[in-house]
């Protein structure tokens, strides 16, 4: 999985009020994720025939974007666009056939805007489940896949914020971990030598600690044991991996890796807890998160979506199709968000529940107030964790030059947040090491989750989907902050 991929409970809920949509009766808000004949469109603006009767979407006030100062055009724009990438059609059914199936979408898309606190768009449109004619909702829980890892980032940083641990305290003093590194010279046989600078959790967060993913020759062995589930817990996995050599020297480059999966185990061994158990406490429930975890119980899986591959057809249009691809490890809970495939979620939630998750990164508080991260390491996570691990000319291998060794590209202007998030600068990285400080940050996950905040603007936009491909080149849900950023002007 590597970064060019990457673009992760509580009994009798309150019956939410009714809302109000064209051509359909009053709805009750649990229900409108399964209504099969109902768009579902929470929050549009007034005078446009939609409208929500409920003061709150998950948690935050509902207003119109005039009330936070917001242009209402680019937002309805981005409605509309969503509306028109859910409803392509294959064009290699018959006409009877389109009919029939009423114009099925092949995209699918829940996406919501917030604004110091506010809620002041959220719509959804499309299909969670074509099948079964399930739409696709604030409320579906979708798989995060890479957004798995900031979750985890934020429950282990609490630990950090408790004193439990330090960033600069060496794995091995937690979880087992090689301290060897496989150095290879032109055709000769790899050779084993003592590392040169002691691994610690920073290099885990930076993703700088000389790991790899599953594709790596040395983890071959590894992940075969994990698909034959001879291998089934995180503890298990990363025992196993640590009895490999590193691929990297510590701190000489960034490779998109199993690094997060290392920090979950460390999560496990500092806490005395599962995983799930310990982020459930330190993170999920503090944040009122009842619909994110690492696998679904039972009473809600209705409301999961199918992932979808949407590839273009012969008469040019998008063709949905089931996603499939060999390779699950169950039941290994992974902190990473997949470890053999995207058959594995890592973790799953909804737009309204992971909403917020990003509305703290503005705060550092839970929607009732609780302090979730002390303001010293809210400060720390909009801060370039890779500056300190430059070269020279201040660019990082494997980071600066993913696009090539020219300056001046993309990544030269992104950088890698502590809570295992990118950033955007204006700025390129400095000689002087010193870190640049962003005011974007955003991720995005394998199956079509993605979210950004702007610290300067107090917002936040989040847009899931389910779906590799069945979208058009410009992208428009995935790039909602750009409709966002449009808004505010």
């Known amino acids: 999985m590597s970064r060019a991929k990457v673009a992760s409970k509580g009994k009798g809920r309150a019956k939410a009020p009714e809302l109000r949509c064209i051509g359909a009766e009053h709805r009750d808000l649990q229900q409108i994720d399964q209504s099969p004949c109902v768009l579902f469109a929470a929050q549009i603006f007034p005078g446009k025939g939609v409208f929500v009767s409920s003061p709150q979407v998950a948690g935050f006030r509902l207003v119109p974007p005039s009330a936070e100062g917001l242009k209402e055009a680019p937002l309805t724009k981005l409605r509309e666009a969503v509306s028109e990438e859910a409803t392509c059609v294959s064009l290699e059914c018959r006409r009877w056939e389109l009919e029939r199936l009423q114009a099925r979408p092949t995209w699918c898309c829940a996406l919501a805007f917030r604004r110091r606190g506010r809620c002041v768009l959220a719509h959804a449109d499309g299909f969670a489940n074509l099948r079964a004619k399930q739409r696709f909702g604030l409320r579906t829980l979708c798989r995060l896949h890479g957004c798995t890892k900031p979750l985890v980032a934020a429950a282990f940083l609490t630990l950090v914020d408790k004193g439990k641990v330090k960033l600069t305290d060496p794995i091995s003093k937690y979880i087992s971990f090689s301290e060897e590194v496989s150095v290879k010279r032109g055709k000769s046989r790899p050779k084993l030598r003592k590392v040169k600078v002691r691994p610690t959790l920073r290099h885990l967060l930076t993703m700088t600690a000389g790991l790899q993913y599953q594709d790596c020759p040395a983890y071959a062995k590894v992940m075969r044991r994990i698909k034959q589930q001879q291998v089934k817990s995180l503890a298990s996995m990363c025992d196993e991996l640590a009895a490999q050599p590193l691929q990297r020297e510590p701190g000489s480059c960034y490779t998109y890796s199993f690094c997060t999966d290392m920090i979950g185990r460390v999560c496990e061994a500092v806490s005395g807890k599962r995983l799930d158990q310990f982020m459930k406490a330190a993170l999920l429930a503090p944040l009122g998160m009842r619909d994110t975890f690492f696998q679904v119980p039972a009473n809600k899986r209705k409301r999961e979506a199918v992932l979808y591959d949407c590839q273009r057809g012969s ?18 809970m992974s902190a990473g968000g997949g470890i053999l495939s995207y058959n594995d979620p890592g973790m799953w939630s909804t737009v309204e529940d992971y909403t917020k998750f990003c509305q703290m990164l503005l705060t550092g508080k839970s929607p009732t107030g609780a302090q979730i991260l002390r303001p010293g390491t809210m400060k ?5 964790s890779l500056a300190v691990y430059g070269q020279k000319d201040g660019r990082l291998p494997g980071w ?3 696009d090539g060794k020219a300056k001046g590209g993309m990544w030269d202007y992104t950088g890698w947040s502590l809570l295992n998030t990118h950033l955007t600068f204006k700025q390129m990285p400095s000689p002087s090491k010193r870190a640049r400080v962003g005011q974007t940050m955003w991720m995005g996950g394998g199956g079509g989750t993605f979210w950004v905040v702007d610290k300067k603007h107090e917002t936040v936009a989040i847009s899931f989907s389910q779906s ?21 002007q």
Do not use: C, N
Request: glycine share 10%; charged share 20%.
């Open 400 to 402: 600066h030059d993913a």
């Open 468 to 488: 590799f491909g069945g979208r058009p080149q410009t992208d428009a849900a995935k790039d909602a902050a750009v409709f966002l950023e449009a808004a505010l």
């Open 315 to 332: 008469g040019g249009m998008y063709v949905p199709k089931v996603w499939s691809q060999p390779g699950k490890a169950v039941p290994i």
């Open 380 to 384: 720390a996570l909009w801060s370039d």
